[in-house]
């Protein structure tokens, strides 16, 4: 099985503009998680979808989005950018059945915010 | 907000030797991972163990809970150079399907 593909792997943006991440779980997998990591705040959840809906939700300001699409494929998106957003942005799938099941993770994408 | 808390933040050793990573918690748990992140990468999954399970093994792993003390523990042995990585805890809580991770351990591995 192919892994979890992200892209694109780097990002250079400026303070304001926004951005479109993508993310392609593991075939068969419905749920899809999208994590923030930067070196002070370690690995923190954004969101997680399910089967096209929001299932889980972070302590992340409105300006980061995400959706699903019918084939599991996920995008998230963070409008007016600020330095702050500079971070490896990981995505991570599962099948989402239960609490007992691992993340499959992508490579991540790293967004720098100039 | 982080849930798992390791310790120590970084571990430097020589091959061949053993090395173990801590991890706290603050809240009852359904389960406890580890994962293990090369510089840059994306993590990859370790070891699962359940809230009613005391200690795994898979093959130079082996982790132990004790969710009386709230902790855990990664025990890697006989290490490589290639064991170099951040090792990370995440706890899957109440109702949640969302594993909370710690900030990490830094393991740098000598030849």
């Known amino acids: 099985k192919a892994g979890v593909t992200q892209t694109p792997r780097y990002l250079i943006k400026t303070r304001g503009q926004q951005v479109t991440l993508s993310c392609s779980p593991i075939?068969?997998?419905?749920?899809v998680s999208w994590y923030q990591q930067t070196p002070g705040q370690g690995l923190q959840f954004l969101f997680e979808?399910?089967?096209?809906?929001?299932?889980n939700k972070g302590n992340f300001p409105g300006r980061f989005s995400g959706r699903q699409f019918s084939n599991s494929r996920s995008e998230m998106n963070v409008s007016t950018l600020e330095l702050g957003d500079s971070a490896l942005y990981l995505c991570?799938?599962?099948?989402?059945?239960?609490?007992?099941?691992?993340?499959?993770f992508g490579s991540g994408t790293q967004l720098s915010v100039l | 907000s982080q849930q798992g808390e390791e310790d120590p933040q970084a571990l430097s050793i020589q091959e061949g030797e053993n090395a173990t990573m801590n991890c706290s918690y603050k809240?009852?748990?359904?389960?406890l991972q580890w994962y293990r992140q090369n510089s840059g990468r994306g993590l990859v999954h370790l070891i699962l163990?359940?809230?009613?399970?005391r200690e795994k093994h898979s093959g130079r792993l082996r982790v132990t809970l004790d969710t009386s003390k709230k902790s855990s523990s990664l025990l890697i042995t006989a290490s490589r150079a290639a064991d170099t990585a951040s090792y990370f805890c995440?706890?899957?809580?109440?109702?949640?399907?969302?594993?909370?991770f710690g900030r990490g351990t830094s393991l740098i591995v000598h030849p």
């Open positions: 979808y399910f089967s096209e809906t929001q299932r």
């Open positions: 809240t009852s748990i359904n389960n």
């Open positions: 991570a799938s599962s099948s989402g059945a239960g609490y007992n099941e691992k993340l499959f």
């Open positions: 995440a706890t899957v809580s109440g109702g949640s399907y969302i594993p909370t």
């Open positions: 075939s068969g997998h419905r749920s």
């Open positions: 163990i359940r809230s009613n399970e």
